[in-house]
């Protein structure tokens, strides 16, 4: 089967055609994924096997003896934290995974059959989808202003609740099906991973401080997104304080980061009895921010 277009339409991701195999599904996921524009230069970026190594070093380093309660952070499509599912399993690891992104719950708003638009919880558009013709929120000249004038419509069919909808007081949306829009919630992660055994799926920010979640997890991974090529060092700081507050004590943090070449950098911390992190394994290069986990 062949999947010439550069952009994919939502409903060749989650609504493929009966007879798409496997093999075309994962490739479909990995491109549509890839287009998913988070903010600014963050996109759903993903690929199989990105971890693999990583996986491997960080099984010396997890607590013995006890079923591990894990948090996969900005897991992106999730296929990655499916992977590391399966190789704890195989390794005999008892686990339950918690995996959590910010941008992982979605809504469909379908206008016939012909037009689609996919957006988030709080109303930032991912795509629009015209007669198959899919519109990803892109930073190309003639779709980008394309893509301009429809959100701008689709603000005044929501403001003007033609397209009826709540907004709660923390600013998420809620839509309602009627006569001329179809609502369909979805979930922006694999297939492969949205009916896995031993799993939650969140929407999470870890900018921001959650207390249902504190001394929680015996480990968390975060993988490609505590990158000073995204974020300031006060950011990354306000980060991994919150993610030290989600780990119990002697809790492992993992933090990687994956370069161009495909090589991964991480360190692995354990969060000591004074709730300081001290480093405790690497791999390659180690993380770039390695001071500031530390300090």
């Not at 010439?4 to 496997?22: H, M, N, Q, R, Y």
């Not at 599912?85 to 008892?94: A, C, D, N, T, V």
């Not at 992104?101 to 708003?109: G, S």
Request: charged share 25%; with cysteine.
């Amino acid at each position: 089967m062949s999947d010439s277009p550069k952009f994919l339409t939502i409903g060749s991701v989650f609504f493929p055609e009966p007879d798409c195999d496997a093999d075309t599904l994962e490739k479909r996921e990995n491109r549509f994924f890839n287009q998913i524009n988070i903010s600014g230069t963050l996109y759903k970026t993903t690929y199989y096997h990105r971890l693999d190594d990583l996986n491997l070093v960080v099984d010396n380093c997890l607590p013995k003896n006890h079923k591990l309660n894990i948090m996969d952070v900005a897991v992106s499509s999730g296929i990655t934290t499916w992977e590391w599912m399966q190789h704890l399993k195989s390794s005999g690891i008892e686990f339950h995974m918690t995996a959590g992104d910010i941008a992982m719950d979605a809504t469909m708003i379908s206008i016939s059959r012909s037009i689609k638009v996919l957006i988030g919880r709080y109303g930032k558009v991912f795509q629009f989808d015209l007669f198959g013709w899919p519109l990803p929120n892109s930073p190309m000249r003639l779709r980008g202003k394309i893509f301009k004038i429809l959100n701008i419509l689709l603000n005044m069919l929501i403001r003007t609740n033609l397209i009826k909808n709540q907004r709660h007081r923390d600013g998420e949306l809620k839509f309602v099906s009627n006569a001329l829009f179809k609502i369909t919630p979805l979930k922006l992660i694999s297939n492969k991973i949205s009916d896995a055994e031993n799993l939650d799926i969140i929407e999470d920010n870890i900018q921001n401080d959650n207390p249902e979640h504190h001394s929680k997890y015996d480990v968390i991974r975060a993988a490609n997104i505590l990158n000073k090529q995204f974020f300031t060092d006060e950011v990354l700081i306000k980060m991994i304080t919150n993610l030290r507050k989600k780990l119990k004590p002697g809790g492992i943090l993992v933090i990687c980061r994956t370069l161009a070449d495909k090589k991964n950098h991480a360190t692995i911390f354990k969060l000591t009895d004074e709730h300081n992190f001290q480093a405790i394994e690497t791999l390659g290069q180690g993380s770039e921010i390695t001071s500031l986990v530390v300090s």
